[in-house]
């Protein structure tokens, strides 16, 4: 490349600055086809379902993706810089414990919130540790973890349930700012612009792509790689205290088995949306657009009263024909120009 | 692209196929499961499409998560409500967590029963038991006691550690436990009512007692998987399995010998007296209040105590003489 660029500069020709315009570039993507995905599926469930297109059913169904895309957001930052956390959903499971236990001793919301995030941003140094201090690889440590966490719940909890949250703690989960806006929805668009601020227009986020296309070159580049990894894990769990927050005030309960199976959810979202699992790519306009088509299939299909596996089936399928579509274009294109 | 267009067309179609037409006067009934596709909700949901039937103008919707969590429920009840259907009958999988999203159903003009696993007080205007608790306790010990004379070890081989009605049951067994001398309950494990993990912790109950002489699964997964594992093992015939179960799935562990005889109470009873009260509750033919004694077509009244709550029916025993005349029912 660098040599191309010198012997045109050499020849005196104008160098373009980038291949494609922005336009083209966003015409080729991935976020388009997605948004496409995304518009069709709203079409389709309003004329499939009379009730579909109703403000407080939408905004109903809303709290199917909210709390998961929050995890999403933090996650995608997470396996661009090539690491995982698949202990998302116990570290919801302890964070929640600790609230209700909390609860229990007659603490008040406020403090019951910084407990949900503190227990939250400890479960994600607890990850950090093992994986930046030790070298260990996050898929193994997230696992163990993953059973960890949630263990203490079950010791803790064994069948009993905490309830019994303050009449104000509801607000987080079941209040709304204005109209048929709740306060989840409100804290996933706020956050969902953080997160894009943080990623697209940050020296951080710069890092991150870096780390995950080249862990080696970003060290050598003067990256502090181990830094930047390690404040990753403290971000995906402090925002997993974050869902706990909301998924415990929304229930008004806490059990051990709180948010079982939703790392995958949550991977599936950032995968859908366009996040390379490999690491190095991937946006957070996608994200938000894979929570939107994700939370729109359930809903829609909810309405329509089609069986659960059903919509696993679709989300499914959705996910392999969106992953393979591109490579599968590419490499006929690849063919083609051989 | 066009690999696109297809994929919409196909969504289209589905979901035109799957769009059922939309009745004005019928009453519509959800009958909501902890799961689909378990035998148990299937024949509940034959019930109910018995009781639509004799009402004439119901409409059921048989629906439920593919998991057993309360997350997977509320999205499902979120759905319900979006569609205004007049009934939601439900069998809860978390009887708190449910309270918020069943209250927002109420408050918008739906009626709300529970059935088999209860919602608390807050979530529902009654509750439906299949039966009474201390009468399933007592039930399942009698089981495994009536085929030990002299007395021996047994274990427990639950669901779910956070499962509402298998925690009440063995409680239950526990008060009664002492007027069954000689028998001794050494162990209560979990298999999440999964057929693998119930599996492999029936194994482990056998490895570590080798004395054991029947286990009690109070859930219609861990009693197969447990019945399955005693006859891999070559010890029907030692080792006794019983609890609660599904004729149909239990046949052949009843030929087999490795479970001499089990208990349920008929799901496709519990299907079609939920959806009875559901109906007589939303048509205002009856209200729930203690004391009230509600209709419910074929299976009598079902009287309410102070927590709203009644009891539909004692459990019935299947063994060798007739589960052959209940295995194709359900």
Redesign the interface.
Known sequence: MSNAEANSQATGRRIPDRLRTPLQRFLASWELLLLVVAIGVFVVNSFASPYFLDPWNLSDATFNFTEKALIAFAMALLIISGEIDLSVASIIALASTAMGFAVQMGVDTSLLVLIGLGVGLACGAFNGFLVTGFGLPSIVVTIGTMSLFRGVSYIVLGDKAYTGYPADFAYFGQGYVWWVISFEFLLFAVMALLFAILLHKTNFGRAVYVIGNNPVGALFSGIRVKRVKFALFLLTGLMSGVAAVCLTSRLGATRPSIAFGWELEVVTMVVLGGINILGGSGTIPGVVIAAFVMGMVTFGFGLLNVPGIVMSIFIGLLLIAVIALPRIARHILARRKA | MK??KS??AA??VA??C??GP?QAETKRIALVVK???IGFFEAAAKGAEEAAKELGDVEI?Y?????T????Q???I??L????VDAIAISAN????L??ALKKAMQRGITVVSWDSGVAPDGRQLHLNPSSNPLIGNMIIKLAADHLPDGGDVAVLSA????TNQ?TWIEEMNKVKDNYPGINVVATVYGDDLADKSYREAQGLMQTYPDLKAIIAPTSVGIVAAAQAVSDAEKAGQINVTGLGLPSEMAGHIDSGASKSFAIWNPIDLGYSATMLAYNLAAGNAEAKPGAEIPMGRMGALKLDDNNEGAMADPFVYDSSNIDDFKDIF
């Open positions: 690999l696109f994929l919409l969504t289209a979901a035109v799957i769009a939309a799961a689909l596709g919707i629906t439920g998560p593919t998991d969590t309360a997350e997977g509320i999205e499902v979120n759905a409500i979006a569609q205004k978390d009887q708190d967590a309270v918020p779910s550690a956070t499962a925690n």
